[in-house]
């Protein structure tokens, strides 16, 4: 398997939780890999001391040429702002990716800056931590977890395809599952599974520290399932700020799906009717825990 992804040099651009785990990951399964990281100096310096690249560079244009992989996992509004440096320094075959949490936008803005050359692939790895930053970084992040990439299986045919297929190839060899589907699928879907739930997280932690009285009530009665629903409430706002401005109409949807079947519990509080949602409740979790246990934002 190793010997079959053609990937000599792989650009990290954004040495985070995200771009790290990759990494990480690539290391793993393909120590032969070269990895070049860009990020702000006291990220990337602490990236290159962790073992996580093999060299890192303040300039994006050195850390992308030469490579032929070129992983994005910024923030969407930098990614988007460094693509047309990326276009500008990149080799003419290599693959750009990245890993930005909405996709309508993103890919928008990248087949306007990778319009010759180098080709594009929209992509999104469904697993992250509460918690950012290089420090949480880990090689075993996409084990288990899908990952949407932006386009059809139609893009694994064909002489062009070359790297689209080691790169499908790579991250299933790295435990990822890929999820073929195109942008407005896409930021319909996370909108749902994704960014719904951590903005019901942020409302409970609300509810629950507006009631929490100076006795500490009812906080000091929390138990686990309280610890477990919130963990998504301790994600920083950095990291969910450009999602919300770039998917805001996808979310007000499920925000809006999520309000009727709150007032539909709400009048059914005393009704035989709500066994009939747990026992819809119990089989979607069923369905979840069949899956591998993973972090997923």
């Known amino acids: ?95 750009i990716t990245d890993a930005c949490s909405t996709k309508i936008v993103v890919c928008r803005a990248a087949n306007e800056s990778f319009c010759n050359g180098a080709r594009f692939l929209g992509g999104h790895p469904m697993a992250g931590k509460e918690r950012s930053g290089i420090e949480a970084a880990d090689d075993e992040l996409f084990r288990g977890a899908p990952y949407a990439l932006i386009g059809s299986e139609l893009d694994l045919e064909g002489e062009s395809s070359t790297h689209v297929k080691a790169f499908t190839e790579l991250l299933i060899a790295i435990g990822a599952q890929p999820v073929w589907c195109d942008p407005d699928t896409h930021d319909w879907a996370v909108g749902i599974v994704s960014h719904l739930p951590q903005l019901v997280s942020l409302a409970l932690a609300r509810v629950v520290r507006d009631e929490t009285d100076e006795t500490g009530l009812p906080l000091s009665l929390a138990g686990s399932g309280l610890q477990d629903t919130l963990r998504l409430a301790g994600s920083p706002y950095e990291v969910w700020r450009d999602i919300f401005l770039t998917n805001t109409d996808n979310i007000a949807r499920a925000l809006d799906r999520l309000t009727q079947a709150i007032d539909y519990l709400r009048t059914r509080l005393t009704s035989r009717e709500i066994k009939n949602e747990f026992e819809t409740a119990n089989d979607l979790y069923k369905r979840i825990r069949r899956e591998p246990d993973n972090q997923r934002l």
Request: no cysteine.
């Open 1 to 95: 398997m190793a010997s079959s992804v053609p990937f000599r040099r792989v650009a990290i651009v954004g040495t985070g939780l995200i771009g790290g785990s990759f990494a990480l990951a690539l290391r793993r399964r393909f120590p032969d890999i070269s990895l070049a990281g860009f990020d702000r100096p006291t990220t990337a310096e602490k990236a290159l001391a962790r073992g996580v690249v093999d060299e890192t560079a303040s300039d994006l244009a050195t850390v992308v040429r030469g490579a032929d992989l070129v992983y994005v996992a910024l923030p969407i509004a930098a990614a988007m702002e460094a693509f047309p440096a990326i276009a500008a320094a990149v080799a003419p075959n290599a693959l």
